[in-house]
């Protein structure tokens, strides 16, 4: 079975510019986590989708939204970047199920720059 | 809220020595734990999580962890480490949220480096 892809894996935006990054789940997974990844703040939690809804939301300012497909591919969006967006971003699935089962797996990761 | 702590930022072992991570966590109900490991530019392989029932988890790659609630420690080891174990790995935490929605709560990471 394909594991989470997102693409694209590298990316380069200047300041001010708007960046739009997709993840695709495991087939069968209908819940994707989105995740922030930087040297100072370690891993932080930005949103979570599950049947297109989103749940849960991190704290994290209004520029970082997100959507999800009915296919459960998901994309976040990022406007007006700064600087400080510059980071790894990572895209989990998941099965939800009764908790024993919510196990997130992840992808590669989107490394944005940003100049 | 849930936090997690990794009291080591950088920890060097030679090959074939043991190896503990240390994982302190917070959290007021029954934990979901996991230990992830990360190499340079890739994303995040689950090693082992915790879910209940036996306190001492096996998962990938010949690693082991235990849960101890009454120290809130989730320490990961290895009996004799590998050159290719060298990695960063991060300590997590699962818990749901009131919106029904789940995350994980993750620890700054431990940079494990290894001396051939």
């Known amino acids: 079975k394909a594991g989470v892809t997102q693409t694209p894996r590298y990316l380069i935006k200047t300041r001010g510019q708007q960046v739009t990054l997709s993840c695709s789940p495991i087939?069968?997974?209908?819940?994707v986590s989105w995740y922030q990844q930087t040297p100072g703040q370690g891993l932080q939690f930005l949103f979570e989708?599950?049947?297109?809804?989103?749940?849960n939301k991190g704290n994290f300012p209004g520029r970082f939204s997100g959507r999800q497909f009915s296919n459960s591919r998901s994309e976040m969006n990022v406007s007006t970047l700064e600087l400080g967006d510059s980071a790894l971003y990572l895209c989990?699935?998941?099965?939800?199920?009764?908790?024993?089962?919510?196990?997130?797996?992840f992808g590669p990761g989107t490394r944005l720059t940003v100049l | 809220a849930q936090s997690v702590t990794q009291p080591d930022i950088h920890i060097t072992v030679s090959e074939g020595a043991s190896l503990e991570l240390r994982c302190n966590y917070s959290?007021?109900?029954?934990?979901?734990l996991f230990w992830y490991v990360q190499s340079p530019g890739q994303g995040l392989q689950l090693l082992l999580k915790?879910?209940?029932?036996?306190?001492l988890v096996q998962g990938i790659k010949g690693f082991e962890a235990e849960f101890k609630r009454s120290q809130s420690s989730f320490n990961l080891r290895k009996p004799s480490v590998h050159w290719s174990d060298a990695a960063e790995y991060f300590c997590?935490?699962?818990?749901?949220?009131?919106?029904?929605?789940?995350?994980?709560?993750f620890g700054k990471g431990t940079k494990l480096s290894v001396i051939p």
């Open positions: 997590a935490v699962g818990a749901w949220s009131g919106a029904g929605s789940y995350q994980l709560t």
């Open positions: 959290y007021g109900a029954t934990p979901y």
């Open positions: 989708y599950f049947s297109e809804t989103q749940r």
């Open positions: 087939s069968g997974h209908r819940s």
């Open positions: 915790y879910f209940s029932g036996d306190t």
């Open positions: 989990a699935s998941t099965l939800p199920g009764t908790g024993y089962t919510d196990t997130q797996y």
